[in-house]
């Protein structure tokens, strides 16, 4: 008999695995689906792509874990710090006897939780700079080619492509993409930098935009890859989430917010028909502008041309002095030249006797040289060769003559220029003091004093100059004034006013 044996125990023996198999069936069996309500922490993402974390109040924790299929189905990621109610079945996992949460849905614990994650990640993002305004580029004027991130299947796309075809129709490029669930974050971060990798075709601007919702259907625009590839984006972008209260973490990292996707495509393009009418305003308006130059510098031409003299008054003085200079001028070279003359004949005179005693004397020495033979003929010639032979010597003398008659010519002529740039300022006074004179007769002939002293009279009502009979009429004192003085015609009397009329007794 074995010692350690008891009479009486038929208690079964359970072996470790039958007794962790009744146990997860008990389990099972009573908290099939079941929802928790608790705080996620320690959050464990490894590559097979499960989710590990934690459920915990402050007295328990639950292990949790969520399938890989069920986790891209999750329209909120969890978070450590995140408050959620989840739903799901309890289990146990034999290799470590524990006993654990199978969760297939996540919801925020109320709004004010999800608000309060969304706010801290808001002040986190804000503090690395992704929403400064000097990130912000503005949007181009008239964009080309407009990206456009949304849903192909909505009504978002077809109410952006109706108001750019109604404003600017402009070429557009869809990247379709899922804006709700797991997938919506993703997709729409990998659209952003497709758009700003594209090398062909490259959009001007970018418009993200989804129509309204829960703040869990917009979730995914509040995730953190979406609004660092927002901010990262080299293409100016528009976000257009949701309705005008609702908003995402992206229209903070975005160049521009639009209250909504019809919105977002009038800030895109500007409206078509409104330019060409500014157009053809400023054409107009330029169009005057020119006609109106014209008419005025034609004018002002036409004012300066009145004001100018005409040129045969500006051409008489000058021609004047033409004329008293070129008498004066040919007066000057005859007078210089008799000047001349008169010096040159007595040197002539002195010169010719002495020429012809020396050619006569030479021409008896000559003679007294000749033979009885030489003829007649032979002697006048050679009486000619000397004859040419004095006249030769005779011509230097004249040149001179009349070298230094040039010369004296000349001073004399810049004698009279001098004179003539002299009496030119002169002239110029002459004819200003004409101007004046003519002036001051036309002013003689104009003025009023002269017209009175023709016989006329100016007549004054009141001190006023009158010029019709009505204006005498109603002046209460008329003056007549003649060219040596004024006279006070007359001055109406007031009337007196009349007594009122008695009343009548009756």
């Given amino acids: 008999m074995d010692l350690f044996e008891t009479e009486g125990d038929n208690a079964h023996d359970f072996t470790v695995s039958e007794l962790s198999g009744a146990v997860k069936r008990v389990i099972e069996g009573e908290f099939g689906q079941v929802r928790v ?26 292990a949790a874990i969520t399938w890989k ?4 189905k999750l329209t909120v990621r969890p978070e450590e710090g995140m408050e959620v109610i989840a739903t799901g079945r309890m289990t146990t996992f034999p290799g470590q006897s524990k006993y654990q949460l199978i969760i297939d849905d996540i919801r925020p614990a109320g709004a004010g939780a999800l608000m309060a994650m969304l706010e801290k990640r808001r002040k986190a993002l804000a503090e690395e700079g992704l929403f400064d305004e000097s990130r ?11 990206g456009v991130v949304t849903s192909p299947s909505g009504a978002v796309i077809r109410d952006i492509l109706h108001r750019l075809r ?45 129509g309204g919702g829960s703040l869990e259907d917009l979730w995914g625009f509040n995730e953190e890859i979406v609004v660092r590839a927002a901010s990262e984006s080299r293409i100016p972008l528009i976000s257009a989430v949701g309705h005008e209260t609702d908003t995402t973490l992206i229209d903070y990292a975005s160049d521009r917010r639009a209250p909504t996707p019809t919105a977002a495509a009038e800030m895109a393009v500007p409206v078509r028909h409104e330019l060409l009418a500014a157009v053809d305003q400023r054409g107009a308006a330029l169009s005057r502008c020119i006609s109106t130059g014209f008419v005025n510098r034609t004018q ?36 210089g030249i008799t000047r001349r003359r008169a010096r040159l004949d007595p040197l002539a005179a002195h ?24 003829s007649l003929t032979r002697r006048t010639e050679r009486a000619q060769e000397r004859l040419a032979a004095a006249g030769a010597r005779l011509d230097p003398a004249f040149a001179r003559a009349v070298a230094e008659a040039a010369r004296d010519a000349a001073r004399a002529r810049a004698t009279l220029d001098a004179l003539a740039a002299r009496l030119e300022p002169a002239l110029r006074l002459r004819a200003l003091a004409d101007r004046l004179e003519s002036t001051d007769r036309l002013r003689q002939t104009l003025g009023y004093r002269e017209t009175l002293a023709r016989g006329y009279a100016v007549i004054r009502g009141d001190g006023e100059v009158v010029t019709s009979k009505a204006e005498a009429a109603k002046a209460a004192v008329l003056e ?12 109406k009397k007031k009337a007196k006013a009349a007594p009122p009329a008695q009343g009548s007794l009756f």
């Fill in 136 to 146: 912000k580029r503005p949007l181009p004027w008239l964009p080309e080619v407009i």
């Fill in 69 to 72: 299929g069920q986790a891209s």
């Fill in 37 to 62: 309500r608790g705080e996620i922490g320690r959050v464990s993402r490894p590559a097979s792509g499960h989710l590990y974390y934690d459920l915990k109040d402050d007295r328990s924790v639950i």
């Fill in 300 to 335: 002002r031409l036409r004012d300066l041309a009145r004001a100018l003299p005409r040129p045969e008054t500006l051409t008489q003085t000058a021609a004047q002095r033409h004329d008293l200079w070129a008498g004066r001028l040919d007066g000057a070279l005859g007078l």
């Fill in 480 to 491: 007549a004034e003649f060219h040596d003085g004024r006279l006070v015609l007359g001055a």
């Fill in 351 to 374: 010169l010719r006797p002495r020429l012809l005693a020396d050619l006569v004397a030479r021409g008896r020495d000559r003679l007294g040289a000749l033979r009885p033979e030489d």
């Fill in 166 to 210: 109604d404003r600017f129709p402009r070429h557009v490029l869809i990247w379709p993409v899922a804006v709700q669930g797991e997938r919506c974050a993703p997709e729409v971060a990998a659209a952003i930098r497709g758009f700003n990798a594209m090398t062909e075709g490259r959009p001007d601007l970018l418009i993200v935009a989804r």
